[in-house]
């Protein structure tokens, strides 16, 4: 690949605000990319626990919507409950489809923390005597 020159410099200047190699940016723009065209409505957003795919006009993150999924059964009760178009709730579950073991650690992970976070403040709670 040979990118244009000012590609090539706005990467440069991403990597450096990024703090991480250009290549490793860039690898990472072209994944997303493609997965952003395989599943039109799909983006990438950073957080706290890292970088998760998300959905365009929804405000929440492909796993969320497929635990609500699972735990509910249904897509359309999921989308009921979330309060989202069900059009939505279908491109969560396209984006699983393809991509099930990444959403899966996901929502493994957001429980671990859970976890960790109930033990910590019920933890808290009996050293203040509550």
């Known amino acids: 690949m040979r990118p244009r020159r000012g590609t090539l410099e706005r990467l440069r200047r991403r990597a450096r605000l990024s703090g991480q190699p250009r290549t490793t940016l860039a690898e990472r723009y072209l994944d997303e990319g493609l997965l952003m065209d395989e599943v039109p409505g799909i983006y990438f957003t950073d957080g706290a626990m890292g970088r998760r795919?998300?959905?365009m006009g929804s405000g929440l993150d492909v796993w969320e919507?497929?635990?609500v999924v699972k735990d509910s059964g249904s897509p359309q009760k999921a989308a009921a409950y979330l309060e989202i178009e069900p059009r939505l709730v279908e491109l969560a579950i396209r984006y699983y489809g393809s991509n099930r073991q990444e959403i899966d650690d996901w929502i493994a992970r957001v429980l671990?923390?859970?976890?960790?976070e109930e033990t910590?403040?019920?933890a808290a709670q009996e050293a203040i005597g509550v």
């Open 53 to 55: 795919p998300a959905l």
């Open 65 to 67: 919507i497929v635990k």
């Open 112 to 116: 671990e923390l859970s976890e960790l």
């Open 120 to 122: 910590k403040w019920r």
